[in-house]
């Protein structure tokens, strides 16, 4: 939470981080007003209106999906894995965006950080129970689920701990865990202002409890900042290694298209590309809507461009030495997949993968499209389209062209595949709606510290 | 609170005394001055954390690094514990042709209990040293301290100080210029 707000030295085209004319109250206000008042608006009820009823699509497809088994998917053998796994890598990887921002960025100092990195971590807790659920109702008896477990059960039985699959229980579940830790000790100093901001009774017990007696001593905060730092280191090497597990999932198989050594990197590449996608997707309308455009400035924005670019880039070389190897190695059925990617009969998708993730990008080569927020809004979406494309590439299309022609099959997802996915969408946006309406959604203490007035003038010590 | 309020105004049952400042900088002088004066138990409470302030007052150990060291040997050393344990002791199959004992396979989970034992010593440690939750506390009785939260700092002398002594100590703080001196009631 380094202070980093000095005038810059040379000639800087972007607009400042936090628009100037701010004090510690009217940034308080600001923020807190958003949550504290009486007056929904309409808005708010019509966006979490559209979510709900997303919400109760996932229960409608799960209820039958429990009621019926998984063949109400698309799933068959040879293609055992379908939405369900294309939609839990998606979502994993969107999360993965919040965890870089509140992390990797702090250990960085990159005092920008701080405007989004709430709402992003929030994006992140959404994200990671959208994908958690996922391989539980892929089980088909979730009921049963806590078998994943190691505990010792009248069975005799425990998971095996060569299998990437249970490297992923733990990996997501940890994730999950400290994501949620990382979010609520950011929130701790904003509960306790909302605490005495609140004059209705009833909030301000809930935000007392939260707050569970915050009163910003010297020594509390000396502590609390050493622990957000190691939670942000810790963080930081966990957040790679999710996706890296999650890409382990189909690496250390040996299916043609799965096993690769590049598939870790690019994972975690492409994971914080769709994030970063998600993040401005969610960004722009919501500064727009709550008039945030003071604390969420055009400077964000472009350093969210470059990343996406950064990013997209890494990816798009991880395509490249994933065909790279497939003809370099010489085996027959890599090779064979490529083609079959290329100009087999899901070449279309493949395609449009490659213009989503790799052409359309380039446009943020330019500042003015990275200034331009229709511009940005509509790279966001077809990002998160290609990234969700790149999934289905790598895992029914793999699986639908394995070792023996006899065994080849096409995959091809159900009404249900595709009501569960919506029903998530759902899950996502009423999570989002109603931490957006009960939480602050900018960090108000981390704000505070960008003001020019937060900088403490050396007097003589005598 | 009130009523708290009025029972012990004026008794002993005095928890310090508080003086309120406008901006961080007269907080960190003003803490520089409390410490020279030789006060050693007085606390500051400010809307946001300073790095100066900390090193203003008087030097406290902070055992959390250690014990976050703690919590992640621990947690790793129970994750590999866990998977040697399982997979060569209590259930020892042979997979894919691979050693009992095969250990490569057990670092990512390893590696997740680091992680994970860490984090939660981190936090839950972060909140125990500070004593939450904390359902009560006196500095709350000042009606001005709901601005601690937002944009006034504080500086609270505490009565269990060997020095404190409310006539003295009141006029010690009102030499800082806050902005106001109040006593804080148990």
């Given amino acids: 939470m380094a202070v980093q707000n000095q005038s810059l030295p040379r000639h800087d085209p972007l607009p400042p981080v936090i628009e100037p004319g701010h004090s510690f109250g009217s940034v308080t206000d600001k923020i807190a007003s958003i949550v504290q008042t009486r007056k929904t608006p309409l808005g708010w009820i019509f966006g979490f209106a559209i979510g709900f009823t997303g919400l109760q699509l996932l229960g409608i497809s799960v209820t039958y999906l429990f009621y019926k088994g998984t063949y109400i998917w698309g799933l068959n053998i040879p293609c055992g894995w379908g939405l369900d796994i294309i939609n839990f890598v998606w979502w994993i990887g969107i999360g993965h965006a919040g965890t870089l921002i509140s992390a990797i960025l702090l250990l960085f100092r990159q005092s920008w950080r701080t405007s989004i990195n709430r709402f992003a971590e929030a994006m992140t807790l959404f994200a990671v129970a959208c994908a958690g659920m996922y391989p539980v109702i892929h089980t088909g008896r979730p009921w049963l689920a806590y078998w994943l477990l190691p505990y010792p059960n009248t069975m005799q039985m425990w998971p095996n701990f060569r299998s990437p699959l249970i490297w992923d229980v733990f990996a997501v579940s940890t994730y999950a865990t400290v994501s949620l830790l990382f979010w609520f000790v950011g929130l701790i100093p904003d509960l306790a202002t909302l605490r005495d901001r609140a004059d209705h009774p009833v909030g301000k017990t809930i935000y007392g409890l939260l707050a569970m007696g915050w009163r910003g001593s010297a020594d509390h905060w000396h502590r609390y900042e050493t622990a957000y730092l190691l939670l942000a280191g810790l963080s930081t090497p966990l957040v790679l290694s999710v996706h890296t597990i999650v890409s382990f999932d189909f690496a250390v198989s040996q299916m043609p298209g799965w096993h690769a050594t590049v598939f870790p990197p690019y994972f975690v590449a492409g994971a914080v590309f769709a994030g970063f996608a998600m993040v401005m997707i969610i960004a722009i309308p919501l500064r727009k809507f709550y008039g945030l455009e003071d604390f969420v400035t055009m400077r964000h924005f472009d350093y969210m461009g470059r990343i996406t670019l950064a990013t997209g880039l890494f990816v ?109 969408l759902g899950l996502f946006t009423s999570l989002l709606f109603l931490f957006i309406r009960f939480l602050p959604m900018i960090s108000i203490f981390e704000v505070r510290t960008l003001l020019p007035e937060a900088q403490v003038e050396e007097r003589a010590h005598g | 609170m009130s009523a708290a309020h009025a029972k012990t105004a004026g008794d002993p049952l005095v928890h310090g005394l508080m003086a309120e400042f406008h901006s961080a900088s007269e907080l960190v002088a003003a803490a520089s001055a409390t410490t020279r004066a030789g006060y050693v138990q007085y606390d500051c409470y400010t809307p946001f954390p300073i790095e100066e302030l900390h090193e203003a007052m008087p030097h406290k150990r902070n055992w959390l690094p250690l014990l976050v060291l703690m919590g992640g040997i621990f947690g790793g050393l129970g994750g590999f514990s866990l998977c040697y344990w399982t997979s060569v002791i209590a259930y020892p199959i042979i997979v894919a042709g691979k050693p009992l004992n095969s250990w490569p396979a057990f670092i990512p989970i390893t590696f997740e209990c680091t992680i994970l034992l860490a984090s939660l010593t981190a936090v839950i440690g972060m909140l125990g040293l500070n004593g939450f939750p904390m359902p009560y506390h006196p500095v709350f009785n000042v009606p001005r301290f709901a601005f601690a939260s937002r944009d006034r700092f504080f500086l609270c002398i505490e009565s269990t100080d060997p020095k404190f002594d409310l006539e003295s100590t009141w006029s010690f703080l009102s030499q800082l210029q806050p902005m106001q001196v109040s006593q804080v009631d148990r």
């Fill in chain 1, 316 to 424: 798009g070389y991880g395509y490249m030495v994933e065909t790279f190897m497939a003809f370099y190695g010489g085996n027959q059925y890599e090779t064979s997949l490529m083609w079959y990617r290329f100009g087999g009969p899901y070449a279309p998708l493949y395609w449009m993968l490659i213009f989503c993730n790799i052409i359309s990008i380039q446009l943020l080569w330019f500042q003015r499209i990275r200034q331009s927020l229709p511009w940005l809004f509509g790279i966001s979406i077809i990002v998160s389209i290609g990234m969700w494309l790149e999934r289905f590439i790598i895992i029914p299309v793999s699986l639908s062209h394995d070792f023996l022609p006899s065994s080849w099959g096409m995959y091809y997802p159900t009404f249900w595949d595709w009501s569960t996915f919506v029903g998530t």
